[in-house]
């Protein structure tokens, strides 16, 4: 593949403008004010699958949003790789902190950045990763380097929990059969330190409402009087973690995995600046479980955050009233053996028995999915550690990531495949935040690498 980097030269323009097209469509999947422009965005990635070299283009079905469905089969014998992605991304409020209109891309040149930074809601997660794959495929059909079989799952609900794709798993399990699973939809810990993600962890996401009184009252008439919803509600969830920010929901560590000191060590190699971490954030401390480092809390823990709190009068001016009722969303990322639906039933049980006399306290859960740990000895992993070596000149780190793609125990489960992770989006690039951007070095970067994984996953598997 000694050509890659001189066809990539010669069709950059092309390729990012591609991605900028693609990033101008607002698929926001959780506002059905955007449910045309989801659709719109399916029939753009199915026109460029073809136009990539795909043999089979479909939009499926589903009882929500299209899946794109795509393949070459280049010969049945060969080993199959399943390309996973997402065209619909999150909603991009709060809309006044961008710098520019989250659906009209700009490219910045920063420090970071040199080359420049897409910036774009969806530009890293996951419409320029999940593009990466196209433009990789475009190089290998064009320039006869595709070694194995390919098949492309491109769906249009991951950001509201992937609904219907357990749906579409089960009526097609021969469909997408598959040797592995390839997913871009992560990131690595920097430009010169290429890392894969081994480990997601779970979640369970929740809303809750407090009801007091049958409407909202005189604050004047009625206040000292009558409990207040949204006072109630703060002290409920200010109680969800005790002085050393541990979970207090009962049960809740009972299946927690427990790292041994060797694998804790392990991690604590990876390049991390503390200082650096806070500056980024622009704070002045860290915050989190007791006897934890940053690197542990955000990956190895379980965690229970607000997501969003709400109730009352929150217009322009004065306006006294007690509410009738207030309102939370929250979030619980869970690690290996935690079972999301039954965290969702722990955490009921606890929260509706915290709500005082005078309240109605009602617990909606929304959607989860469970953790998961792929292994560094697996074909897959094998073959992505030599993709990276090749393009980056070094061994990637193995590293387990705070986020959660509940999709990817569902694929084990459904599909008997093990999945590799394989990001290019960094840490700051702000996913789900005001002024995400993607590096253009970064886009390219993983074009360069992912043929490389077909080269070396289809070499050892022969």
Same mark, same amino acid.
């Given at each position: 593949m000694a050509t890659i980097q001189k066809y990539l030269e010669e069709h950059k323009d092309r390729m990012l403008q591609e991605l900028v097209d693609l990033l101008k469509i607002p698929s926001i999947s959780a506002d059905k004010a955007y449910k045309e422009d989801v659709i719109k965005t399916a029939d753009v990635v199915k026109q460029r699958l073809e136009e990539a070299g795909c043999d089979v283009v479909e939009i499926c079905e589903t009882p929500g949003y299209p899946i794109v469905y795509g393949e070459k089969i280049k010969d049945k014998s060969l080993p199959t790789v399943l390309v996973y992605g997402h065209y619909d991304v999150q909603p991009p409020d709060p809309v006044n902190l961008w710098d520019s209109p989250p659906f009209e891309p700009v490219i910045?040149?920063?420090?970071?950045?040199?080359?420049?930074?897409?910036?774009?809601?969806?530009?890293?997660?996951?419409?320029?990763?999940?593009?990466?794959?196209?433009?990789?495929?475009?190089?290998?059909?064009?320039?006869?380097?595709?070694?194995?079989?390919?098949?492309?799952?491109?769906?249009? $609900? #991951?950001?509201?929990?992937?609904?219907?794709?357990?749906?579409? =798993? &089960?009526?097609?399990?021969?469909? *997408?059969?598959? @040797?592995?699973?390839?997913?871009?939809?992560?990131?690595?810990?920097a430009k010169d330190v290429p890392s894969i993600t081994t480990g997601l962890r779970g979640l369970s996401y929740v809303e809750v409402e407090v009801t007091g009184p049958n409407r909202d009252l005189h604050s004047g008439l009625y206040g000292g009087a009558v409990?207040?919803?949204?006072?109630?509600?703060?002290?409920?969830?200010?109680?969800?973690?005790?002085?050393?920010?541990?979970?207090?929901?009962?049960?809740?560590?009972?299946?927690?995995?427990?790292?041994?000191? $060797? #694998?804790?060590?392990?991690?604590?190699?990876?390049?991390?600046? =503390? &200082?650096?971490?806070?500056?980024? *954030?622009?704070? @002045?401390a860290v915050y989190g479980e007791k006897g934890f480092s940053t690197n542990e809390r955000n990956s190895i823990r379980p965690t229970l955050d607000i997501n969003g709190i709400w109730g009352g009068y929150i217009g322009e001016g004065a306006k006294t009233v007690i509410p009738s009722k207030a309102f939370a969303k929250i979030s619980m990322r869970l690690v290996p053996d935690q079972d999301w639906q039954?965290?969702?039933?722990?955490?009921?049980?606890?929260?509706?028995?915290?709500?005082?006399?005078?309240?109605?306290?009602?617990?909606?859960?929304?959607?989860?999915?469970?953790?998961?740990?792929?292994?560094?000895?697996?074909?897959?992993y094998k073959a992505a550690s030599k993709a990276y070596e090749k393009t980056f000149g070094k061994t990637p780190i193995p590293q387990r990531s705070g986020g959660s793609i509940p999709i990817v125990s569902l694929f084990e489960r459904e599909l008997r495949s093990k999945t590799i992770l394989m990001g290019f989006g960094l840490d700051s690039d702000a996913i789900h935040s005001p002024n995400e951007h993607f590096g253009v070095w970064n886009y390219f970067k993983g074009i360069e690498t992912i043929p490389w994984f077909y080269h070396f996953f289809t070499e050892i598997k022969k």
């Open positions: 910045k040149k920063t420090e970071l950045h040199p080359d420049g930074a897409i910036y774009a809601r969806g530009s890293c997660d996951d419409k320029g990763q999940m593009y990466m794959h196209v433009k990789a495929l475009e190089y290998m059909t064009k320039n006869d380097e595709l070694p194995c079989n390919v098949k492309f799952m491109i769906e249009g $609900e #991951e950001e509201v929990g992937s609904e219907s794709l357990g749906w579409f =798993l &089960e009526r097609n399990r021969e469909k *997408l059969a598959n @040797d592995v699973i390839l997913i871009s939809d992560t990131g690595m810990i409990a207040n919803p949204i006072n109630i509600l703060t002290k409920m969830i200010a109680s969800l973690h005790d002085d050393d920010n541990h979970i207090t929901v009962e049960g809740f560590y009972d299946k927690v995995e427990e790292l041994s000191v $060797e #694998e804790r060590e392990k991690m604590a190699e990876a390049p991390f600046s =503390l &200082e650096n971490y806070k500056s980024a *954030l622009d704070i @002045d039954e965290i969702t039933a722990l955490f009921k049980l606890h929260f509706e028995k915290l709500a005082p006399k005078g309240v109605r306290v009602e617990v909606k859960p929304h959607h989860g999915g469970q953790a998961y740990v792929t292994p560094i000895d697996s074909d897959g």
